[in-house]
T-cell receptor, first 114, second 115 residues
Framework: AQKVTQAQTEISVVEKEDVTLDCVYE???????LFWYKQPPSGELVFLIR??????QNEISGRYSWNFQKSTSSFNFTITASQVVDSAVYFC???????????FGKGTLLTVNP | SAVISQKPSRDICQRGTSLTIQCQVD?????MFWYRQQPGQSLTLIAT?????????ESGFVIDKFPISRPNLTFSTLTVSNMSPEDSSIYLC????????????FGSGTRLTVV
């Protein structure tokens, strides 16, 4: 069975602080996909990134960066110089190689205060 | 990536009634997924809908309560039947983009309140 753990339920930071959201996963699939989604208060899910299991390169996109470590089954997400608009719930999700189902973590509510 | 139009965006319904949620995709997709997000909770997969076959339901969800139609490769509906206040949730449809490297696209969600 697949499992995604986001241990941080809520994080509150002041604008311009850096913040890291943790994600730990469990799977028996040898090929799998990891995702991060943002859910602002309006409710829609915004795709941020996908990482497949055989690509351990870290990625940076503007203020966002992701650290994938297969050895520790973690896929952490860092926002540099946070902004109020970053306030949202962030979900980490796992997809198996043989099926298209996504398993979501419980999400982390990030509040960025001015 | 696919674009999904989901309707209605929100509704307030009386207990005992049913609501049908629609999702229209701008391209043909094999699989569509329906999720429920209860207040303050994560997303839980209700079922996978393939065109031309019965939907596959996850544990804890049954067809009588959540009937799904998938008449073609661009459209699906989810009905929430005989609603109770416990059904108050956000319901989202999703498709796997042709190349999963582009992730999964989600509809904008239907915020359902049952009174």
């Amino acid at each position: 069975a697949q499992k995604v753990t986001q241990a941080q339920t809520e994080i509150s930071v002041v604008e311009k602080e850096d913040v890291t959201l943790d994600c730990v996963y469990e799977t028996r699939d040898t090929t799998y996909y990891l995702f991060w989604y943002k859910q602002p208060p309006s409710g829609e899910l915004v795709f941020l990134i996908r990482r497949n299991s055989f690509d351990e390169q870290n990625e940076i996109s503007g203020r966002y960066s992701w650290n994938f470590q297969k050895s520790t089954s973690s896929f952490n997400f860092t926002i540099t110089a946070s902004q109020v608009v970053d306030s949202a719930v962030y979900f980490c999700a796992l997809g198996g190689g043989s099926n298209y189902k996504l398993t979501f973590g419980k999400g982390t509510l990030l509040t960025v205060n001015p | 990536s696919a674009v999904i139009s989901q309707k209605p965006s929100r509704d307030i319904c009386q207990r005992g009634t049913s609501l049908t949620i629609q999702c229209q995709v701008d391209s043909q997709v094999t699989m569509m997924f329906w999720y429920r997000q209860q207040p303050g909770q994560s997303l839980t997969l209700i079922a996978t809908a393939n065109q031309g076959s019965e939907a596959t339901y996850e544990s804890g969800f049954v067809i009588d309560k959540f009937p799904i139609s998938r008449p073609n490769l661009t459209f699906s509906t989810l009905t929430v039947s005989n609603m109770s206040p416990e059904d108050s949730s956000i319901y989202l449809c999703s498709v796997a983009n042709r190349d999963r490297y582009n992730g999964y696209t989600f509809g904008s969600g239907t915020r359902l309140t049952v009174v």
